[in-house]
């Protein structure tokens, strides 16, 4: 029988059948968006996933103002969630770790270490004031059945605050996920403050772990956008650093373990690793003796989770239906929201003073009428409701609306010592009260968003102690993780071979590296290549330099003769490599087959040696040798093909004198926003700086510290004074000590150029920096917290001389400080160019050695290198 026969008889039999596929295509369907909306993904009306809806609603049923044993919550959570226990006390404990719906007893687990909360018969729980105050309305709730209809659940609780954002969400459906990252609670009130007045908002993340954010990549939350995120580091000394904030979704174990993996790796040196954390954060790394601990910050940040990268996904249901919304839109919604059930519940309120004004003026004219006397008169409801519809209708224009037989039902229910002991005095006091009330509550109407404004600042003012940022808005420079590598490998070469590598150990050592370098060489066929470190490579035959590449390194600069062909003419080049291809082969020469290296030389501060060329005798030549200064050549690219040193044939090139550096004074500037030193005119510009230069900065702490250079080097995030160190400029500090509660006054000279932290103020808790200078003749201007005093000036120079750094100081003065100003503070000077050296003579175009009888002309100068 055919499949058409047979479906025929199928519908003749009245069978409906449906083929595999379509239930699997309307099946999973279902199935996808039942996980979609029912359990990954947050709605936008109140920020909560089903589950979480339940427990809180769970919570305020049996919320007595007692806790609840978290067992008891997961087992009445049951009547309304369709799903394990487990799913219920997992969401229960995630929620109550947050520290906003829940006040929690006992071990509820620590995010900072990663252990988990005890079992849930051991924990208790209930909801905070917080929770209980925005979360719960039952007059503005939604209702509708639980999954077995025995019970009424809320399909959305009236949240009247971003409860989204403040708590972040993370869930993984069929084909969708979402991630919002939790928000500031206090930053929250403020941005909902500016969304009601109609300004923009940019709100950023805080985590709960602390640490420092780069949120430039953001994009508000929503897909595509990433945020880096690090752990806080301090140097404690040159051998430990100390790690007290986390990143967030890290915890302390996993951070070690990664700190552990890339020490095993090579990639970093730690001798030992403590975790000393206990209600905060404290892992303590010992570094080794030869290990640069600047450096090994940068490590950390490069090769473990010291450094993090987060790629948020913002998606909410709303209309039953997932859609993807930026954050501050997120907000502006939420706000939106927060509005409309302020508004719904002062016009429930508004309803119920209109009812209690109408009754109490029904109940006062229907006992001062004594409209009850009559009441024996009538034996049915009808008859009586009429003959109270007519005693009232000279008193309806005093009513705010029509009577009904209910109003008049409850008017017959008064008991008759009630009316007997009615007050009129009292009765019209209380329709004062209730008429106050609601000119209030109309007033807030008139003017719902300053209403709601003041909801907002309420809920700061009672909550938001406590709740500052704990996460660091930083910009982060980008760290170059071949930079940052431990030396962790070595490199051998077999130059007559062409082979190099690290597993060459038989063959000839050239330098220590990382297993990150990139490995240039050159080859005596004038032959260039760049090649990625490995064990073994090849770079080709007769290796006459070797080393590791440096990307834009534009000081090293390469000296080379070399012959064009078998018999070509010598020519001469200067050139640097600041960019290869990997793995391309490089021709240093014109191209002509049979070309030859005659002298090849490195120079990593831009030599330029002299140079003895030696001919080979020939009938006729009398000057079989001349000299050579590279000096005089131009420093071009790799592919120049160089200035004709001589057409005759060239026996060697031999060395005569070695160069001398030609290194300009380092322009630095200090970029406040990453706290790094740079050389791209990023931030405040600290002078130009020759190799034997230091950085002197203090911080507000009071501690000063010199330092080199180097743009690696870390400088705390409290620094007060950062400057090029001059050890002939005094020092000039005011400072708050206190110990003795007084502003102190002292000048000094650095006499110890440490690398380590130096306290120069009071080491009493509190005493903090006020100003620093090293002016030569500073004037300061003290503002008295008495206004009825005048601002007095001190010339600090004539005020107190010159001491120790170890001297406290002079006390600056008797009175109350306000605050201490500085007059005559400099501008900082603009960078101007210095040479370490004298100034290199102009660059001269060589002039081709003439044969014979003719003059040589003097070709230039070059680095040392290998003779060939």
Request: one cysteine or more; glycine letters at 6%.
């Amino acid at each position: 029988m055919s499949i058409e026969k047979e479906n025929n008889q199928e519908q003749e039999d009245g069978h409906n059948i449906t083929h595999l596929s379509g239930m699997y295509q309307n099946w999973f369907l279902d199935y996808a968006s039942y996980v979609i909306l029912e359990r990954a993904v947050p709605a936008i009306n109140d920020g909560l996933k089903p589950v979480q809806r339940r427990i809180l609603h769970s919570m305020w049923e049996m919320e007595d103002g007692r806790y609840n044993k978290v067992a008891n919550v997961i087992g009445n959570t049951m009547k309304y969630h369709p799903h394990g226990d487990a799913s219920i006390g997992d969401a229960l404990v995630q929620i109550g770790q947050k520290d906003l719906l829940f006040d929690t007893q006992g071990n509820w687990g620590n995010i900072l270490t990663g252990d988990s909360a005890a079992a849930a018969r051991y924990i208790e729980v209930r909801l905070s004031q917080f929770g209980k105050e925005v979360v719960f309305n039952p007059k503005t709730t939604e209702w509708g059945m639980s999954y077995d209809g025995r019970n009424k659940e809320p399909l959305k609780l009236p949240v009247k605050f971003p409860l989204l954002l403040a708590q972040g969400a993370e869930g993984i459906a069929v084909g969708l996920a979402c991630k919002m990252l939790p928000h500031n609670f206090n930053e929250l009130c403020d941005a909902s403050i500016a969304s009601l007045k109609g300004r923009k908002t940019d709100i950023q993340p805080d985590f709960i772990t602390g640490g420092l954010a780069d949120f430039s990549n953001y994009n508000d939350g929503l897909r595509g956008g990433k945020i880096r995120v690090r752990a806080r580091i301090s140097m404690l000394n040159k051998k430990t650093l100390v790690v007290t904030e986390i990143p967030f979704g890290c915890t302390t174990q996993s951070l070690i373990d990664s700190i552990l993996a890339a020490n095993d790796k090579g990639k970093i040196k730690v001798r030992k690793v403590e975790d000393n954390t206990a209600e905060n954060v404290e892992i303590v790394i010992h570094l080794s003796a030869d290990v640069s601990p600047d450096k090994t910050i940068d490590a950390l940040y490069a090769f473990t989770d010291c450094e993090v990268s987060i790629s948020p996904n913002a998606c909410i249901i709303e209309n039953d239906k997932p859609r993807f919304v930026g954050i501050n839109e997120m907000l502006k919604v939420s706000t939106q929201n927060t509005l409309a059930l302020l508004k719904k519940e002062l016009e429930i309120e508004k309803q119920e003073l209109e009812e209690q004004w109408h009754f109490s003026s029904l109940e006062k004219i229907f006992i001062k009428e004594e409209m009850y006397i009559d009441f024996k008169k009538y034996s049915n409801k009808e008859d009586l409701y009429k003959y109270l519809h007519d005693c009232f209708k000279p008193h309806k224009k005093k009513l705010l609306r029509e009577i009904t037989d209910n109003d008049l039902e409850k008017l017959t229910q008064i008991p008759m010592i009630r009316i007997t002991r009615f007050d009129t005095i009292k009765a019209d006091e209380k329709m004062r009260d209730i008429e106050d009330k609601l000119a209030v509550v109309k007033n807030h109407l008139a003017n719902l968003v300053e209403y709601a404004v003041e909801y907002f600042k309420n809920l700061k003012a009672k909550y938001g102690k406590g709740r500052e940022r704990k996460t660091e808005i930083r910009s982060f420079e980008t760290i170059v993780a071949k930079q940052v590598a431990v030396v962790n490998e070595k490199l051998y070469v077999n130059r007559d071979e062409g082979f190099a590598g690290t597993g060459l150990r038989k063959d000839e050592f050239v330098c220590d590296c990382s297993d990150m370098d990139d490995i240039i060489a050159f080859t005596r066929d004038g032959k260039m290549k760049v090649l990625k470190i490995s064990e073994k490579a090849f770079f080709g035959k007769n290796i006459i330099h070797i080393a590791v590449f440096k990307k834009n390194d534009s000081n090293t600069v390469y000296n080379m003769i070399y012959r064009d062909g078998p018999k070509g003419v010598a020519m001469m080049k200067r050139f640097s490599v600041t960019g290869v291809t990997r793995d391309k082969e490089y021709d240093l020469t014109k191209g002509a087959a049979g070309s030859e290296t005659l002298y090849f030389s490195a120079n990593p501060n831009g030599e330029a040696e002299i140079v003895t060329v030696f001919l080979k005798p020939l009938p006729g030549i009398r000057k079989l040798e001349f000299v050579l200064n590279f000096s005089e050549l131009a420093v071009k690219g790799r592919d120049v093909q160089g200035n004709v040193v001589t057409k005759l044939p060239v026996k060697k090139v031999v060395l005569k004198q070695k160069g001398v550096a030609e290194i300009k004074a380092a322009r630095i500037w200090f970029d406040d926003n990453v706290h790094r030193l740079n050389a791209d005119e990023k931030g405040t510009y600290l002078g130009e700086f020759l190799s034997e230069d230091k950085i002197l900065y203090i911080t507000q702490t009071g501690h000063y510290r010199v330092c080199g250079f180097d743009f690696s080097t870390h400088f705390d995030e409290d620094i007060v004074l950062i400057e090029k160190f001059d050890t002939t400029k005094p020092v000039s500090c005011v400072y708050y000590d206190a110990e003795n509660r007084c502003y102190m006054v002292k000048r000094f000279m650095i006499e110890t150029a440490s690398n380590n932290k130096v306290l120069i103020i009071s080491e009493s808790e509190g005493s903090a920096v006020e100003l620093v200078t090293t002016d030569a003749a500073p004037e300061i201007e003290i503002v008295h917290k008495d206004k009825g005093k005048r601002n007095k000036k001190i010339k600090l120079a004539d005020f107190i001389e010159v001491k120790g750094w170890k001297a406290k100081g002079n006390k600056l003065t008797e009175d109350k400080i306000k605050e201490v100003n500085l007059l005559n503070a400099k501008p900082m000077l603009m960078p101007k160019e210095t040479v370490a050296e004298t100034k290199p003579e102009p660059k001269k175009e060589i002039k081709p050695v003439k044969e014979e009888k003719k003059k040589k002309g003097k070709p230039g100068k070059e680095e040392q290198g290998s003779l060939f």
